[in-house]
């Protein structure tokens, strides 16, 4: 296998991986000379196809990696319902986009180190912060909960929210809207949007982002392919280590 540079040590990682443990992955990458990133294109600030391109912060990492690896970059466009079924069926070969490591995707592939550790916390209008400040406050049958589908925002709003109304809308890259419209009350989705949103819809505020309801790591989704993981791993390892990461959230978030 060709390896560049920044990666020819790990080719020693590579030999310790089993033959039942090492899948076909980058060995696939290798003779296409591709590496096909899996984004949905519509959770920024992670990532967002706008204009036909897609831009964000694991955009750019996407991006680091295509190039550390010395492969072309090619993006796959899936989605938080399909996004398991898509990488089991080899329509890409790395997810990113923030992606919260979870059991039920664990079952389905690998997940790399985590690039981070985010929480759900409420969005709402900023008059009512005090209101829905609490899981108690928003399981309630006069509160509207709205969630994009199939993720892991809808997974937390049933298993929390059972008694209020429940309003699943497609387009995440607009769901927003739907608050400061005044057709939703609240929406629970991770720390890290609520920030980025509550910044650009002034009628919005974050609730406790410092302070989210639960924590959970976000990392990069891949087939059972130990030899591409350990690449993946040392990649994002070196990146954080030299403050390369930081710099990025602080361009797309702050």
Known sequence: M????????????????????????????????????????????????KDGQYEGLDVDLARSLAAALGLKLVIVKTSWPTLSADLEAGKFDVGMGGISVTEAREAVGFFSVPMMSDGKTPITACANVKKFATIEQINQPDVRVIVNPGGTNEKFARAHFPNAEINVFKDNTKIFDEIVAGRADVMVTDAIETRLQAKEHPELCAVHPDAPFDHADKAYFMPKDRELKALVDEWLTRFKDIGALQRKIDKWVE
């Open 2 to 49: 060709r390896l560049t540079p920044v990666f020819a040590l790990l080719g020693l990682l590579a030999l310790t991986a089993t033959s039942a443990q090492a899948g076909p992955t980058l060995d696939a990458m290798e003779k296409s000379g591709e590496v096909r990133i899996g984004l949905t294109g519509d959770y920024r600030p992670f990532s967002n196809l």
